[in-house]
């Protein structure tokens, strides 16, 4: 069975520290990849998916960049965090194939950065 | 950008009632999809309809697509506290090789024991 790693659970941050949220997917290949982003109370914001090994697609212009050196890893990374940086960071994956698959996510990262 | 948005944004019933919540959306999709957050955790997924369908149950849900209306909606008969978290309508669309979900902000739903 298909499962998803995301860690670590929480991170405390200073600001201009540099990020690496991990993510990693088992059971499957050549799934499409997606970093969330979660603020209190809001909806989930679409930061960057992948569909392959180096293809990033960014959603929203930040201080957030993604990576995808092996097929089933994913990482989110920041040279220098900022405040507005700290929420609750999700990675999911879902089939590549299909255009009615759903979303399977990981227990998400809640980043304070302070 | 967010695409569904839903409503209310926070919705309190008693045990056993019935809870509805609304989606709408903005463009084309090709299908529409309903996740479940319960505090502090990942999403789950509950129920997926594709854009020719109007109606799907499974269990206690049943959720309605209106595509001329861009609007959906997630029903939960016979509630129960456990039922307790936020639900987030989410689009799914294609365009080329590249699918995305698309997810609105979501409905706090409390069910009182």
């Known amino acids: 069975s298909q499962t998803i790693h995301q860690w670590p659970a929480t991170l405390v941050q200073p600001v201009g520290s540099p990020l690496s949220l991990e993510c990693t997917v088992e059971?499957?290949?050549?799934?499409?990849l997606y970093w969330y982003r979660q603020a209190a109370g809001r909806g989930l914001q679409l930061l960057f998916y992948?569909?392959?090994?180096?293809?990033i697609s960014s959603e929203v212009p930040q201080n957030l960049s993604a990576s995808r050196p092996q097929d089933r890893q994913f990482i989110l990374s920041s040279k220098k965090l900022l405040l507005s940086d700290s929420g609750f960071y999700l990675c999911?994956?879902?089939?590549?194939?299909?255009?009615?698959?759903?979303?399977?996510f990981g227990q998400g990262t809640r980043l304070t950065v302070v | 950008s967010q695409q569904g948005e839903e409503d209310p944004q926070a919705l309190s019933i008693q045990e056993g009632e019935n809870a509805t919540m609304n989606c709408s959306y903005k463009t084309s999709i090709n299908n529409l999809q309903w996740y479940r957050q319960n505090s502090g955790r990942g999403l789950v997924h509950l129920i997926l309809i594709r854009s020719n369908e109007r109606e799907k149950h499974s269990g206690r849900l049943r959720v309605t697509l209106d595509t001329s209306k861009k609007s959906s909606s997630l029903l939960i008969t016979a509630s129960r506290a456990a039922d307790t978290a936020s639900y987030f309508c989410a689009t799914g669309n294609s365009g080329g090789s590249n699918y995305k979900l698309t997810f609105g902000k979501g409905t706090l739903l409390t069910v009182n024991p």
């Open positions: 059971g499957t290949s050549n799934p499409n």
């Open positions: 999911a994956w879902s089939l590549f194939l299909g255009l009615n698959t759903e979303a399977f």
């Open positions: 992948s569909v392959g090994i180096g293809q």
